[in-house]
């Protein structure tokens, strides 16, 4: 009876412990995605704001380059610039990725900001695509002119086959 009492017991407690997922595995940077950002493209409503983009994607292992174009900008915020010539390079973060497969095409958003006279200064946070399965880490910002802008930023990205095709 004693034994039937303790197995009734733990039977009954464990259910009730919790159960340690396992730890998941950190993204790690797969490669470079370089954009240019196209002057006198897209518009600006003070509060809102697009720009067009071309961006080149460097593996880090050596693959094939990827190409892409999209849209990028202020989805809601305030953005008052005079000149748009501007490129950004970013780290690529993933815990699962398979270059080629243009997996870095989809939208991206997240919270930035920047001051330029005639030089860029600014801060933007990480952006992550929508699924979460992709983050892109601002690590180089150029261009000239004079404004400001912040608020909630997206990166629009698809493949550009006109790029890679003269690429080759």
């Given at each position: 009876?004693?034994r039937?009492l303790?197995w009734m017991l733990?039977?009954i407690t464990s259910?009730c412990?919790?159960h340690?997922?396992p730890?998941?595995e ?6 470079t995605?370089?954009c240019r950002?196209l002057?006198?493209s ?5 509060i809102?704001?697009?720009?067009d ?9 050596g693959e094939?380059v990827?190409?892409y ?7 809601f915020g305030?953005?008052v ?5 501007s490129?950004?390079a970013?780290?690529v973060?993933?815990?699962?990725f398979r270059?080629?497969?243009h997996?870095?095409a989809g939208?991206?958003?997240g919270?930035g900001g ?6 860029t200064?600014?801060e ?8 979460g399965s992709?983050t ?14 912040a608020?909630?930023?997206y990166?629009y990205?698809e493949?550009?086959p ?7």
């Amino acid at each position: 009876m004693l034994r039937f009492l303790i197995w009734m017991l733990l039977t009954i407690t464990s259910g009730c412990l919790p159960h340690a997922d396992p730890i998941p595995e950190p993204p790690k940077q797969v490669g470079t995605l370089n954009c240019r950002i196209l002057a006198h493209s897209g518009f600006n409503l003070l509060i809102h704001s697009t720009r067009d983009v071309l961006c080149t994607f460097t593996p880090t292992r050596g693959e094939a380059v990827e190409y892409y174009r999209g849209e990028t900008g202020i989805g809601f915020g305030l953005d008052v610039n005079l000149n748009r010539r501007s490129r950004i390079a970013y780290a690529v973060l993933a815990t699962d990725f398979r270059p080629g497969s243009h997996a870095l095409a989809g939208r991206y958003e997240g919270a930035g900001g920047g001051i330029t006279l005639g030089v860029t200064a600014g801060e933007s946070a990480p952006i992550r695509k929508a699924d979460g399965s992709i983050t892109l880490q601002p690590i180089q910002m150029r261009g000239g002119g004079a404004g400001a802008a912040a608020g909630l930023t997206y990166l629009y990205l698809e493949p550009d086959p006109e790029a890679s095709d003269s690429s080759k």
